[in-house]
């Protein structure tokens, strides 16, 4: 009886966890914004130790009354050499704490929140408490070929080290049966196509560092006066250039008769690729002329994973180092040195022959003391004595000031601890417990721009732990050195890769996690792609508001993959709330203004953005200078002493409404593409997915594609002016609603292996339902044909318990080292789940696989229709994102065109009447004209240039159409107002005291009058009129031109401010019959101010800013009303 009571307990148990799984498992929760939620931030930066409180106060003012809910507060840099206060404030000192804390105090009796960074600076966390032992580390070796009867008591060669900190890890022993020469050994005679260079220097490491440039094809040759065998390449560079590692290697005995060996191919790498140079592997190749060809044809152009080739294009190197020695093919980048992704080297170029017999390597670390000194009795024969040490990177977080110093380790919890405690940590401490709760709302983490790192104290143990065995013994081949076999040692450097991503995210993330939520706060962090060797995604399951960055007018700095990267990681890991810095641009043109920025921002919208933290606002500490402080002229000028900042409300208000409903509920996405297992990895674009799904993307989009990868002449292009780019760079303007209705996101293996099946989709955390995954394989950022034995069985699980997964070539290989046993259970599972091979899809269990690429135009053979279906001419117009609630869907539309069209959407919803939302004017009204088919709500709209909508589907209803009126005005011309107005200048702006009297509207810039001409600020023009009607039933005021914001007021009542198109606003409540008075205060931007100023001794200017003057050459800009001016009256159809 005792054992039947257990073993129904223990059934009862069982019964009760499943169903508490089963019921986790069909439970979706849906996000509640608030207005509060829902409100923009600014980064708030405190420039070069210069502050004020009046400062301090006037700047969160400003925010709060422009209903900005908070600021990042981040310190920059020090004191220049003259600094710009009397009595620079450095951080660390108690008066910057005093200042912190009054800060903290005003934000408080504001109702404002604070964010901190995790460091001074914008990147990344570092201090100068973190000392070489506690920083980020790097491996490091010395090498030296000796005779073994020589080897008695040696003093060894110290590798290269950051100032007086090394320690050693192992020392190394390797039979060599001869020694490895190079060509700074036996030096050629180097020439090359243009006559009379001396370039000697390129392979002689004892001539001054200089540059060989070729902006045209040529070459440059190595003559040896014997035969050289060359079996690897080391190229070097000053900063990134994508020529040099991409030139023809051509090989010749008679200097006359040359063959080719084909390209240097290029690795996949990121923006701070500067910490190591490059090795390509070489065939074994025997020859006495070595050329290498420059020829810029078929280059790519630029994108994220090949940041070098978004510049414009020519070869600049610095050294090209030939050496008989056979090196792994960017074992830089494949050891975590340096962001890079590339090919495994293949058996061709370092064969079996090359590869060092560990069984015949030697530890002999026990035989070198404190000193270096080797004391070993060495067997005889030559030996290559090989010293591994680790020493700091060096790397700081470079844009700080008085609190710059060494970057902490990633992989020490520890360590991050006393980071966080010595910056983050004091801020709380200096606002006290009660303050901080009420106002600190964040930890931020910016840019990563320390570089990467690949050892640290606790790494070898990490390694053990994760990896099972010890990585000390295989630690040659961090230096290239192919240990065994090529593919052993392309494995465990994959082992080295796929240890330093997890202790980014368990070790650093993790950390700063555990240690934000101790502190009662959020966190928030950008990306660690393209700098540090990691999977792109997977921190993001640490942040609660995952934070991407998009640039203005700025192509060679543009982040279109770290917004796909936070957009995706932030969906698959469940986050409600997904950020992005917004409209960082490299050089601003004090051109800027909300008008000029809506497109972009609606287009970040549909990619899946929610909430904007905008770049940015200096912290400026003179209330008496305009435009005052800025971040050395990078940024747009989000701030107090922006000419528009008033005005600039209205702006803000349109961004918190389009963000309160795209917070609303969960993302509607309809598949999830794999990003593989390569390390580093990031989200796919939507480029690279053309390749496996093009008739998705249509025939033109193809034919597009391909003519831009093929950059034929490598077009170029400047922007900002002193930037030439290659204007086939990735840009996301040309991919809007680039799957023509379907949405998707990226996704990693971490999260597959969590996921589970639900109604035959594929569910990752409980926010999103996939209906398929694509899992491509091969691409440019997953070289290597590979998948793990634990990717592939979750893979056939997941078929099996129903989901459709579309797939490419079979893998052909498992990443990092694995047993026998393991490779024979993965080619069981490979057979199975790619059993179907001979036809285009197969069933498997209750799922199915497709094989790729997919030939169809959509996908709805699986019964997954467009979310969103547009007719052609509209396609790549409207841009578009879909959120859902328990009860509601909603759709957000941009017209990121500049012409006004009419469109016809038809919407995956049906069973609900359709509302449309305005978010310029926050009205709401309901559509007259819809109808449902096959499932569909098909509603004609109208959109004027870059207009916006929300559609809003809520209330329920069994009707199949509505045939009333169109779901768009028409406006008529009752009254023109064009004439006979007043304008008044604000002559502490420098404009002319006098009112003037205007018979017509003029362009201020083309003023006789310098006062006018250079104008900027506000000016009101005023004016009287008649309304003869009795009725005001309707009635609009329509702008042609604005240029650029302009506040509206009848009667003294304010009817709103316009800043985009259609430039019309309601007047029905403020007009009357009779006479009327109108008043317009218009706001343009500040550039013909400063290029007007620039013309004058500095004590007649109006303004002073510390960003360097770049307006030379620059035309001025229109200003001021231009066109008609008319009363319409609005006319519903």
Not at 737 to 760: E, Q
Not at 883 to 888: I, M
Request: aromatic fraction near 12%.
């Amino acid at each position: 009886m005792k054992r039947t009571i257990q073993y129904l307990c223990v059934f009862f148990i069982v019964i009760n966890v499943f169903s508490c799984k089963k019921s986790q498992e069909n439970q979706t929760s849906y996000f509640e914004p608030t207005q509060e939620s829902a409100q923009s931030w600014v980064y708030w930066y405190w420039m070069k130790s210069a502050y004020s409180k009046e400062g301090i106060t006037a700047d969160l003012e400003a925010m709060k009354k422009a209903g900005i809910r908070g600021a990042y507060l981040m310190t920059i840099k020090g004191p220049d050499e003259e600094p710009l206060i009397d009595s620079p404030i450095l951080q660390l000192s108690k008066e910057f704490w005093d200042m912190v804390h009054w800060a903290l105090t005003e934000a408080d009796r504001l109702g404002l929140k604070i964010a901190f960074h995790a460091a001074d600076g914008f990147a990344v966390a570092g201090g100068p408490w973190i000392t070489p032992e506690m920083s980020m580390q790097k491996v490091v070796w010395a090498d030296t070929i000796l005779d073994g009867n020589d080897i008695k008591k040696l003093k060894l060669p110290l590798p290269k080290h950051y100032k007086d900190y090394y320690v050693d890890i192992a020392t190394f022993a390797i039979s060599v049966s001869n020694s490895y020469k190079t060509s700074l050994e036996i030096q050629p005679e180097i020439t090359t196509s243009i006559n009379n260079s001396d370039v000697s220097f390129l392979s002689d490491n004892l001539k001054e560092q200089t540059q060989f440039k070729l902006s045209e094809p040529g070459w440059i040759q190595y003559e040896f006066k014997e035969s050289f065998t060359c079996k690897s390449i080391q190229i070097e560079t000053k900063g990134n250039n994508y020529q040099a590692h991409r030139l023809i290697v051509e090989v010749s005995n008679d200097g006359e008769n040359f063959k080719s060996l084909g390209r240097l191919e290029t690795p996949r790498s990121g923006w701070q690729d500067t910490d190591a140079f490059y090795t390509h592997s070489l065939a074994s190749t025997t020859a006495k002329f070595f050329r290498f060809v420059y020829n810029p044809e078929g280059s790519e152009p630029g994108a994220e994973d090949l940041d070098m080739a978004k510049w414009n294009q020519g070869l600049k190197v610095t050294k090209i180092i030939l050496s008989g020695e056979p090196l792994i093919d960017n074992y830089q980048g494949k050891s975590g040195a340096v962001w890079r992704i590339s090919p495994k080297t293949s058996e061709s170029k370092i064969t079996k022959e090359d590869c060092v017999d560990t069984q015949k390597m030697v530890n002999i670390s026990q035989f070198v003391d404190k000193k270096g000194v080797l004391n070993w009795n060495a067997p005889k024969g030559n030996w290559k004595i090989i010293r591994f040490g680790h020493t700091s990177t060096g790397h700081e977080n470079a844009t700080g000031g008085a609190g710059k110093g060494l970057e902490v380790d990633k992989f020490n919890p520890e360590a991050i601890r006393f980071q966080l405690d010595h910056w983050f940590g004091e801020m709380l401490r200096t606002a006290g417990p009660e303050l901080a709760s009420r106002v600190v709302e964040i930890l931020h983490l910016d840019s990563w721009e320390c570089g990467s790192q690949n050892w640290s104290p606790v790494f070898q143990a990490e390694f053990k732990k994760r990896r099972g065995y010890d990585i000390v013994k295989y630690l040659p081949v961090m230096a290239g050195i192919p240990l065994d076999d090529i593919e052993t040692s392309e494995n465990i450097l994959y082992d080295i890769r796929k240890t330093i991503s997890e202790l980014i995210t368990d070790n650093f993330f993790a950390t700063l996690a555990d240690e934000a939520k101790k502190s009662g706060v959020k966190f928030s962090s950008e990306n660690v792609a393209p700098t540090m060797p990691s999977d792109g995604l997977l921190h993001f399951k640490y942040i609660d508001y995952p934070s991407g960055e998009f640039w203005l007018k700025s192509p060679t700095h543009d982040k279109p993959n770290d917004m796909l990267d936070a957009i995706s990681g932030g969906h698959i890991y469940g986050k409600d709330i997904i950020q992005a810095e917004a409209f960082t641009q490299l050089r601003m043109d004090w051109d800027e203004h909300p008008g000029n920025l809506k497109t972009l921002a609606d287009r970040d919208y549909a990619l899946g953005i929610n909430r904007f933290f905008y770049h940015v606002f200096v912290h400026n500490p003179w209330v008496d200078k305009k435009p005052g402080m800025t971040l050395d002229g990078i940024g747009t000028f989000f701030q107090r002493d922006q000419t528009w900042w008033g005005p600039g409300k209205a702006f803000f208000d349109y961004c918190q409404r389009v963000q309160f409903h795209l917070q609303k509920g969960n993302p509607v996405i309809d598949f999830a593409v794999f990003t593989g297992e390569e390390i580093p990895s990031r989200s796919l674009l939507p480029g690279r997915l053309v390749p496996f799904i093009p008739n998705v993307f249509g025939k033109e989009r193809v034919a597009s594609e391909k003519v831009r990868l093929e950059n034929t002449g490598q077009p170029s292009a400047r922007m900002p002016k002193e930037v030439r780019y290659s204007k086939n760079s990735t840009d996301l303007s040309k991919w809007v609603n680039a799957l023509n209705g379907y949405k998707y996101d990226s996704f990693n293996s971490d999260v597959l292996l969590n996921a589970y099946v639900k109604d035959g989709n594929v569910i990752f955390s409980e926010k999103v339902a996939y209906k398929f995954l694509i899992f491509p394989g091969q691409t440019k950022m997953s070289p290597n044909n590979m998948m793990s034995l634990a990717v592939a069985e979750k893979m056939l699980a997941l078929v099996k318990d129903g989901a459709t997964i579309f797939v490419n070539k079979k893998p052909n290989s498992i990443p990092g080292k694995h047993s026998d046993k393991d490779k024979q259970v993965w080619q069981k599972v490979i057979d199975e789940l790619w059993g179907g091979q001979g036809e285009s899809q197969w069933k498997l269990g209750k799922g199915k696989v497709i094989k790729l690429p997919y030939l169809g135009n959509d996908f709805s053979e699986f019964g997954i229709q467009p979310d969103v279906i547009l007719a052609k001419k509209d396609a790549n117009t409207i841009a578009w994102a879909h959120r859902e609630t328990a009860n509601e869907h909603v759709y957000f539309l941009s017209n990121q065109g500049e012409e006004k069209r009419q469109v016809e959407v038809a919407f995956r919803v049906s069973g609900k009447i359709p509302e449309l939302f305005h978010p310029i004017t926050n009205k709401t009204m309901g559509l007259k004209n819809w109808k449902i088919e096959k499932g569909r709500t098909i509603i004609p709209l109208q959109f004027e240039a870059n207009e916006s909508y929300i559609i809003i589907f809520k209330e329920a209803t069994n009707k199949k159409d509505s045939y009333g009126n169109q779901n768009w005005s028409e406006f008529k011309t009752v009254q023109t107002l064009n004439e006979d107005w007043r304008l008044q200048f604000d002559k502490e702006f420098h404009g002319p005291a006098k009112l003037l009297e205007i018979n017509k509207l003029f362009d201020w810039s083309t003023s006789t009058n310098d006062s006018i001409k250079y104008y900027s600020g506000t000016a009101k023009y005023s004016k009287t009129f008649n309304w003869k009607e009795a009725s005001t039933y309707n009635l609009h005021l329509q702008f042609q031109e604005i240029n650029n914001i302009a506040s509206i007021e009848i009667n003294g009542k304010n009817c709103g401010t316009l800043w985009t198109y259609p430039y019309r606003v309601n007047i029905s409540e403020a007009i009357k019959k009779g006479q009327n008075t109108l008043i317009v205060k218009l706001t343009n931007t500040w550039a013909n101010r400063l290029i007007g100023d620039q013309k004058l001794l500095e004590k007649d200017r109006l303004t002073w800013t510390t960003a360097p003057f770049r307006l030379e050459g620059n035309p001025l800009l229109k200003s001021g009303l231009l066109g008609d001016i008319k009363i319409v009256k609005e006319q519903k159809q």
